[in-house]
């Protein structure tokens, strides 16, 4: 924008929506054989399809959380590390009393009935060095893996048949009733929670601008409670749905110099979100994952404020890096993948709801030049939004090849302010 660093209140020089156009046409009920008046059929209300869809990703939570993966992931880079020593050194001269050593060291750091020639096979005492470092760090992970997730239910099982079977049943039951306690808070708290980071009601002019777009795009997708529109002053161009709401940040109206048809396309995607109950999706995921969650915020905070302690920082490390290291490597790539089919599918609706030029034009505007290199972990694996250019393919009409330079639109709206329309 060639002049985003004006602050552009809606005043009488922001465009209107102008006259009503005419209403959709409602979708008429099928006539009987018999001839008699056609039924009229109900307005499919408004789904939860968000709580059911995600079956990997809410699977995933519920064993990482529930089944005590983050402390099998320790057990296992244990296990690596000390047989991969074990293994090194056990070639040379002075094998026998270094093992003996880290015995000792490795009963310390982990009390179990686990011994260091129980990381170590047979052929690395031979071998030594490189390759018996090597066999020991694949046989001790493999070991530790073994004893972290069977022990527990072989013990279970020497005292009553039964006990596994009850303990797995109770975990479960335990995840799911967390994520229903979750999602019920979060559905009651969200107007405040929302306003405290800063949401707030619309003023007039805001509201007979947008919510006309969200009643007439909630009644194209068949909904019959249309979302409860909230405003953010934040200038970063971004609307997301909430579980009751849609958020429109100001920067989003004044990144699309309050084009209608643009902001229309945005709005529509986000009713789209609304209607699959993607948040409320969200919020059931959490649930489920809420105390490694927790843990996951925890050890962030804490590395942040412990910058200048070492110590500090090197123990919150090490007490919680398999936490973390199961929620950026397990649980958060398999939920990434299925929010990106979400994106999609939020753009195919709204282009099925006839809003795929007006989207086309935001995402062109707010994504040209800014998607990046989506190389990295975070930037490909743990991406929440497929790339801008994938988005646009979808949207493209029949008939029509954009160009890859232009898009498809043929006004200079200006560089963008955003890096990527977010959700």
């Known amino acids: 924008?060639?002049?985003?660093?004006?602050?552009?209140?809606?005043?009488?020089?922001?465009?209107?929506?102008?006259?009503?156009?005419?209403?959709?046409?409602?979708?008429?009920?099928?006539?009987?054989?018999?001839?008699?008046?056609?039924?009229?059929?109900?307005?499919?209300?408004?789904?939860?399809?968000?709580?059911?869809?995600?079956?990997?990703?809410?699977?995933?939570?519920?064993?990482?959380?529930?089944?005590?993966?983050?402390?099998?992931?320790?057990?296992?880079?244990?296990?690596?590390?000390?047989?991969?020593?074990?293994?090194?050194?056990?070639?040379?001269?002075a094998g026998p009393g270094v093992v003996s050593r880290f015995d000792m060291v490795f009963s310390l750091v982990l009390p179990m009935p686990v011994s260091m020639s129980d990381l170590m096979p047979n052929v690395s005492f031979p071998a030594g060095g490189m390759v018996g470092g090597l066999i020991g760090v694949f046989k001790g992970g493999l070991k530790m893996l073994e004893f972290g997730v069977l022990l527990p239910y072989s013990l279970m099982w020497s005292q009553d048949p039964l006990l596994p079977l009850g303990a797995t049943l109770g975990q479960i039951v335990s995840g799911l009733s967390i994520a229903s306690v979750y999602v019920l808070y979060c559905r009651v708290v969200e107007a405040g929670r929302l306003r405290v980071t800063g949401a707030r009601r619309p003023s007039r002019r805001e509201a007979e601008f947008l919510e006309p777009i969200i009643a007439r795009a909630a009644a194209r997708m068949g909904l019959d409670r249309r979302p409860r529109l909230l405003m953010d002053d934040d200038r970063e161009p971004n609307a997301y749905a909430g579980i009751h709401h849609i958020i429109v940040n100001r920067g989003l109206l004044e990144a699309l110099r309050y084009d209608t048809e643009a902001i229309s396309g945005v709005i529509a995607h986000e009713v789209a979100h609304y209607k699959h109950g993607d948040a409320l999706g969200l919020a059931w995921n959490r649930g489920i994952a809420w105390p490694l969650y927790l843990l996951y915020e925890l050890a962030h905070r804490w590395q942040s404020s412990a910058v200048y302690w070492t110590v500090l920082l090197a123990l919150v490390r090490v007490l919680l890096w398999s936490v973390i290291f199961t929620i950026r490597f397990l649980i958060m790539p398999l939920n990434s993948r299925h929010w990106r089919r979400s994106e999609l599918r939020a753009d195919a609706e709204a282009r099925e709801a006839g809003y795929g030029p007006g989207l086309y034009t935001a995402l062109t505007i707010l994504g040209k030049n800014f998607d990046g290199a989506r190389n990295g972990w975070d930037q490909s694996i743990l991406a929440t939004h497929p790339a801008t250019e994938l988005r646009l393919e979808l949207l493209e009409e029949p008939g029509r090849t954009p160009t890859l330079e232009g898009g498809s639109t043929d006004v200079d709206h200006g560089p963008p302010a955003s890096r990527i329309l977010k959700d």
Request: proline share 12%.
């Open 1 to 93: 924008m060639g002049d985003k660093e004006r602050s552009a209140p809606l005043d009488d020089s922001a465009p209107s929506i102008g006259a009503e156009p005419p209403p959709d046409d409602e979708p008429q009920g099928r006539v009987s054989r018999a001839g008699h008046a056609p039924r009229p059929q109900r307005p499919p209300r408004r789904g939860t399809s968000g709580l059911l869809d995600n079956a990997i990703g809410n699977g995933a939570a519920l064993i990482a959380t529930w089944f005590n993966i983050p402390f099998v992931v320790l057990l296992v880079a244990l296990g690596a590390i000390f047989g991969g020593i074990g293994g090194l050194v056990s070639g040379t001269i």
